[in-house]
């Protein structure tokens, strides 16, 4: 459950970010986005990709872990809720970051630049809201030391959101991508 937009294949074990979009929005202050050329945007955007991946990439795994413990284990209620607490309160905070990281990297100077960093900011948004709902599910769940209610799992909504953020990504790379490299990494 890792916040796949894709994974090459040669290098499973690292997060090898392959844009399916690019970033940014619009600024916060009102003011037009600085429109940049391709290449800088690239860059810029898979810095904080690869930032994010790097922030996620523990908090993914205990969410991975703990659905392997409901599987087969017996998960604990206070172990339970606070590993989904402080996994999810991780990715709200490193997304918060990213969210920021694609907003400075302005606009791609495209056919369709704008469209593109407007869906990839605003599909960023909606991952961001999710988890913080996950986030305000994990505070609300019991504590105690008996075995934990197969609904205190909150993998599956994790694996939603960020299946939801592939789709929009995807999408937004059919419709806007042209003339953007969405690729990052070095494999």
């Known amino acids: 459950m890792r916040p796949v937009i894709a994974v090459s294949r040669r290098a499973p074990s690292a997060m090898v970010v392959v844009l399916a979009a690019a970033a940014c929005g619009s600024s916060s202050s009102g003011a037009a986005p600085k429109t940049v050329p391709p290449g800088r945007y690239h860059d810029t955007v898979c810095g904080s990709i690869a930032r994010y991946s790097r922030a996620t990439a523990q908090p993914f795994l205990v969410f991975q872990g703990?659905?392997?413990?409901?599987?087969?284990?017996?998960?604990?209620?206070?172990?339970?809720?606070?590993?989904?607490i402080a996994a999810s309160l991780s990715i709200v905070e490193a997304t918060d970051q990213l969210i920021a990281g694609l907003r400075a990297a302005g606009?791609?100077?495209?056919?369709?630049?704008?469209?593109?960093?407007?869906?990839?900011?605003?599909?960023?948004?909606?991952?961001h809201d999710s988890i913080?709902?996950?986030?305000?599910?994990?505070?609300?769940?019991?504590?105690?030391?008996?075995?934990?209610?197969?609904?205190?799992?909150?993998?599956?909504?994790?694996?939603?959101?960020?299946?939801?953020?592939?789709?929009?990504?995807?999408?937004?790379?059919?419709?806007?991508?042209?003339?953007?490299?969405?690729?990052?990494?070095?494999?």
């Open 66 to 84: 703990l659905h392997l413990q409901f599987t087969y284990g017996i998960p604990k209620r206070s172990a339970v809720r606070d590993k989904q």
């Open 132 to 187: 913080d709902h996950v986030h305000d599910q994990a505070v609300s769940l019991p504590t105690g030391s008996g075995r934990a209610d197969p609904d205190s799992e909150l993998s599956p909504q994790i694996g939603a959101a960020l299946e939801q953020l592939g789709k929009r990504l995807d999408s937004d790379r059919t419709t806007n991508g042209a003339g953007l490299d969405l690729h990052c990494g070095t494999s």
């Open 107 to 127: 606009v791609p100077r495209t056919a369709h630049g704008q469209a593109f960093a407007d869906e990839l900011l605003s599909a960023f948004h909606e991952l």
